[in-house]
Nanobody
Framework: QVQLVESGGGLVQAGGSLRLSCAAS????????MGWFRQAPGKEREFIAA????????SYGDSVKGRFTISRDNAKDTVYLQMNSLKPEDTAVYYC?????????????????WGQGTQVTVSS
């Protein structure tokens, strides 16, 4: 089992920045690919970013490329999502997820463990 706890969400004005964190506990964090997804009301869960355990593979969703950066610190069992140039359409609940794979899956069904989510609201 892997337990994931997100933090860092909040209210920010358009153009601003936030950094989300996801702290993991349980099985060896460094063995898992970590991903971020988001879900806005009435919409499908959307892939944001993923990073492999070795940092060798990173993938981003098209809507956040060039604005968001995923990183991880295996010594701290934590993955981060730096979000810059935020837009109102980035408003959603953001979820951290873990997948026991060396790849960087972009589909939610590939992830085995999920956090409870953290709300990000971007005002115009």
């Amino acid at each position: 089992q892997v337990q994931l706890v997100e933090s860092g969400g909040g209210l920010v004005q358009a153009g601003g920045s936030l950094r989300l964190s996801c702290a993991a506990s349980g099985r060896t964090f460094s063995s898992y690919t970590m991903g971020w997804f988001r879900q806005a009301p009435g919409k499908e869960r959307e892939f944001i970013a993923a990073i492999s355990w070795s940092h060798g593979r990173i993938s981003y969703g098209d809507s956040v490329k060039g604005r968001f950066t995923i990183s991880r610190d295996n010594a701290k069992d934590t993955v981060y999502l730096q979000m810059n140039s935020l837009k109102p359409e980035d408003t959603a609940v953001y979820y951290c997820a873990a997948s026991y794979t060396i790849l960087v899956p972009t589909t939610s069904t590939a992830y085995d463990y999920w956090g409870q989510g953290t709300q990000v609201t971007v005002s115009s």
